[in-house]
Structure formats: C-alpha cells, structure tokens
C-alpha cells in the first residue's frame, strides 16, 4: 500500500526561528513530490520536486528530494507568524492521482 | 492564474435535502478532483475526471454523484447525506499532460459542508 508520512506533526518555534519538515514515502511508482501550505482552506501549492539532489527555493522556503532514501524536506529560514499553518506533503503516482501525507501543523509565535 | 472558484463557501442541509456544490476552472486543465477533508486529517481524494470522462472513483458512497458538464466545470451531487459527511469539500484541477510532469493540482478554496 501507497504511503507517505510527515513528521514532526506539530511544530511550535518562534519568530525568526529556521525549521525542517521531513516527509518520507514508500509508493509503487513515484512520479513527483509536491509539497503545499494549508491554512484555513485550500491547500496552496508550493514545489514540485522530481529529480534528486536539486533544490528548489522560493525566498525563505527551500526543499529538496532524495529518491534514494525516499524522502524530502522542507526548509524554512526566519520564520514570520504568517507562516503558520498545516504543511501538506503528497507524492503523485499517476498523472491524475496524489497521496497526501498527514501533514504537519506549524505554529509560528511572535 | 492558477485559480479554481467553489460554490457556495458554506452549506447547511438536512438528511433529506438535495444540493449541489459547484466548480470552475479556466485554465484549460483536462483533469478536475473532489477531495473531502475531515478536521486535522489530510484530504481523501473521491472522485477524478480527466477530459470530461470519470476516471476514478474511490469507492465512494452513491449519495455523492460527481458531473462534468464540460472541461471547466465539475459538480457534486448531495442527497440523502449523513452526519458524518459533514467535512470540507475541496476541488483541485492539473493539466493532465500525459508523459509530463504536469500533474500539479491546483485547489479551490472549498466547501465546508454542515450535515444535520
């Protein structure tokens, strides 16, 4: 069975702080990982990783993908009270179907 | 544009009642979902259309019955729904380019349905 599992489930840092989102997957044919911020409603996509190695950034957020030892992490440096939310990580096995990891839950404190 | 529209953002209705939630997408995607998400869990995937044809169904209970009128819009069907279908209800389009690594959903910004 298709799995994908996020770790820690919940986060609780400071501003300014820098925290790594781990999320780890075992599926029968990996097309892609994506990564996305969820806070009150919908999911808002941040990165799509398909190959190893490569990191892919977009200002304080940063992730990068490991097909080896089948995980990826999400970085984000200085942290801002805005990022507050559940971060959901998904690894798409066919072009038209996602397997969403629990997520974990950041709370970023001023 | 990456935007996805859901209709209506709330929606209150009894065990016998008949409704309808509604989504669009203009941005010439060729694949649309349902998703349902429970409070705190991550969302479950119910339903996939890829060019207008139902392509996967994940054994979905028969009082939700999806509908794709055309390439930009994909109804839910409700009718005789129980308490426990109370969750949100989140649309998502991709483009669907087979052999590509197009297969990014975008979402709506959901439906929070109340079943009483």
């Known amino acids: 069975e298709d799995k994908v599992v996020q770790s820690p489930l919940s986060l609780v840092v400071h501003e300014g702080d820098t925290v790594t989102l781990n999320c780890s997957y075992e599926v029968t044919n990996f097309r892609s990982l994506l990564w996305y911020k969820q806070e009150k409603k919908a999911p808002t996509f941040l990165f799509m990783l398909t190959s190893s190695g490569i990191e892919k950034k977009s200002g304080r957020l940063s992730s990068i993908l490991d097909k080896k030892e089948l995980f990826s992490i999400l970085n984000i440096t200085a942290t801002q009270t805005g990022d507050s939310a559940v971060y959901l990580c998904a690894v798409g096995v066919r072009t038209d179907k996602l397997i969403f990891g629990t997520g974990t839950r950041l709370q970023v404190f001023p | 544009d990456t935007e996805v529209t859901q209709t209506p953002k709330h929606l209150v209705m009894g065990m016998t009642n008949k409704k309808s939630l509604k989504c669009e997408q203009h941005?010439?995607?060729?694949?649309m979902y349902w998703y349902k998400q429970k409070a705190k869990k991550p969302p479950e995937l119910m339903f996939v259309y890829s060019y207008e044809k139902l392509s996967i169904n994940e054994s979905v209970p028969s009082r939700f019955s999806p509908e794709c009128p055309n390439s930009s819009l994909l109804n839910l069907h409700l009718h005789a729904l129980q308490p426990e279908d109370s969750a949100l209800y989140l649309c998502?389009?991709?483009?669907?380019?087979?052999?590509?690594?197009?297969?990014?959903?975008?979402f709506g910004p959901g439906t929070r349905l109340l079943v009483l």
């Open positions: 998502a389009s991709s483009q669907d380019r087979t052999g590509g690594s197009e297969e990014t959903q975008y």
């Open positions: 941005m010439g995607h060729r694949a």
